[in-house]
């Protein structure tokens, strides 16, 4: 059976997490795609191709991706490479302190280069990537011209 892990499943965006794919055949080659829908409803994704290795297993932290949106081993590539499903789009994030990004993260068998609705991936699991840590208050600043936001630790 395969599965496909991040670890830890809930981080603040600016920590590296760790994706591993388990329960492939030897060699087998896979697409690995990550995906998330932004608070403007627009889609952002990538892509990247790999084989497992002899024990069926896929670390982008430790096999190099051999094409797709980047190429070699980058353990962060299926986050810091997801593209805008409509040119000109920018991803940002306005409300920091109240939801993360759910980033969904898929196993396909072979080369997927274009993601139709019928396609089931092998296996898909979600991450959070948080803007904001635990009890981090947010307090809106506003004096004279000035416009902005001070964060405060817990």
């Given at each position: 059976m395969v599965e496909v892990?991040?670890?830890?499943?809930?981080?603040?965006?600016?920590?590296?997490?760790?994706?591993?794919?388990r329960g492939?055949?030897?060699s087998q080659l896979v697409t690995l795609r990550s995906w998330l829908t932004d608070e403007q409803g627009e889609r952002f994704q990538a892509?990247?191709?790999?084989?497992?290795d002899g024990a069926g297993e896929v670390d982008p932290g430790?096999?190099?991706?051999?094409?797709?949106?980047y190429t070699g081993v980058q353990p962060m590539?299926?986050?810091?490479?997801?593209?805008?499903?409509t040119l000109f789009r920018r991803l940002i994030k306005r409300d920091?302190?109240?939801?993360?990004?759910?980033?969904?993260l898929e196993v396909f068998d072979g080369?997927?280069?274009?993601?139709?609705?019928q396609d089931q991936p092998l296996a898909s699991c979600k991450a959070e990537r948080w803007y904001v840590g635990p009890g981090v208050?947010?307090?809106?600043?506003?004096?004279g011209r000035v416009r902005g936001a001070l964060f405060l630790p817990p």
């Amino acid at each position: 059976m395969v599965e496909v892990t991040v670890t830890p499943q809930s981080s603040l965006a600016d920590r590296p997490v760790r994706v591993q794919v388990r329960g492939l055949s030897p060699s087998q080659l896979v697409t690995l795609r990550s995906w998330l829908t932004d608070e403007q409803g627009e889609r952002f994704q990538a892509r990247a191709f790999f084989h497992a290795d002899g024990a069926g297993e896929v670390d982008p932290g430790r096999h190099a991706a051999l094409g797709g949106n980047y190429t070699g081993v980058q353990p962060m590539g299926l986050f810091w490479s997801l593209q805008p499903d409509t040119l000109f789009r920018r991803l940002i994030k306005r409300d920091v302190a109240g939801s993360p990004f759910l980033i969904h993260l898929e196993v396909f068998d072979g080369l997927c280069v274009a993601t139709e609705p019928q396609d089931q991936p092998l296996a898909s699991c979600k991450a959070e990537r948080w803007y904001v840590g635990p009890g981090v208050q947010r307090v809106p600043i506003r004096e004279g011209r000035v416009r902005g936001a001070l964060f405060l630790p817990p």
